[in-house]
């Protein structure tokens, strides 16, 4: 299953996102290949290039970061 194929899935809700990024999600290579999909989107004149690999990562890093707010409230 593609990447981005997981978006429609966890967009869905067919997948829950705790499941999804405490597994296998936690760390979506977007920002190795972010640049490289922004020129193919402005070279191929394509720019839904990626978009749900994209939105994967950024719900990964939102979701890290919730996480890491309750993991810290937890200890406080």
Known sequence: MLLGDRRLINKEGLLKEDLAFDTFLDNPPWIKAERIFKEMRERDKRPLEAVNFE??????????????????????
């Open 55 to 76: 939105w994967v990562s950024l719900r990964a890093k939102q979701w890290i970061q919730k996480k890491e707010k309750l993991r810290l409230k937890s200890k406080s």
